[in-house]
């Protein structure tokens, strides 16, 4: 997994409250068993048309947006079902960082498991970020060992995060990497355990 450090990237706002992880990625796409190539069919009942038009009012579909990489949501976003695969499709689209009030318990936790950095702030944060991306298209930069969300002006929030998720985003260790850290240890019980066998 790849460590998160300091992330700076374009803001995308998605003005909907209760986004489901079906919103996210639609289950006729979940065919697949690697994590990769489920970006192309992220919020895809909303980004295109009946037809596979693409629908040019849906947020992520306005050229003012292309390459974000930082998704501002509102309450209770990836709620529904706890399918892993909604992570894996916002982080394969290119989304390191999910700012919202709220978060889905299952999906909050799936996010870390993936590398994506889930920040719960305030409402009122929350809402002056959504007037900073409409209007500016700003840029964010999210400090994960500050735990500092800042743009390139007057904005700047803290937020909190678990130290055990924390310090395993920034090592990049999801967890069979961390179980990997104790390699030598898990060999030298196997070890002595068959001896006692």
């Known amino acids: ?3 998160f450090i300091v992330h700076t990237g374009k803001a995308v706002p998605l003005d909907r409250a209760n986004v489901d992880t079906d919103a996210i990625i639609p289950k006729q796409f979940l065919k697949r068993i690697e994590r990769t190539g489920f970006g ?3 919020f895809y009942d909303w980004r295109y048309k009946s ?3 693409i629908n040019d009012d849906f947020i992520l579909n306005h050229p003012q947006y292309d390459g974000a990489t930082v998704l501002i949501a509102r309450q209770n976003f990836g709620c529904g ?3 892993e695969h909604a992570p894996w499709a916002l982080l394969d689209y290119g989304f390191r960082v999910i700012i919202a009030p709220s978060f889905a318990d299952i999906f909050y936790n799936n996010c870390f ?4 950095l889930p ?3 305030t409402e ?3 809402d002056t970020l959504f007037t900073l991306a409409q209007q500016e298209n700003g840029q964010l930069t999210i400090d994960l060992e500050a735990q500092t969300v800042n743009d390139q002006q007057d904005f700047h929030a803290q937020f909190d995060i678990d130290e055990h998720r924390k310090t395993s985003l ?3 260790l999801d967890d069979i990497g961390r179980t990997l850290l104790y390699a030598d240890e898990i060999e030298a019980f196997e070890q002595k355990r068959e001896q006692l066998i």
């Open 1 to 3: 997994m790849e460590p």
């Open 40 to 42: 192309q069919f992220l």
């Open 51 to 53: 037809d596979n038009v």
């Open 81 to 83: 079902s706890s399918r």
């Open 113 to 116: 498991k993936n590398g994506i």
């Open 119 to 121: 920040i719960v702030l």
């Open 124 to 126: 009122k944060e929350v």
């Open 170 to 172: 920034l090592k990049g």
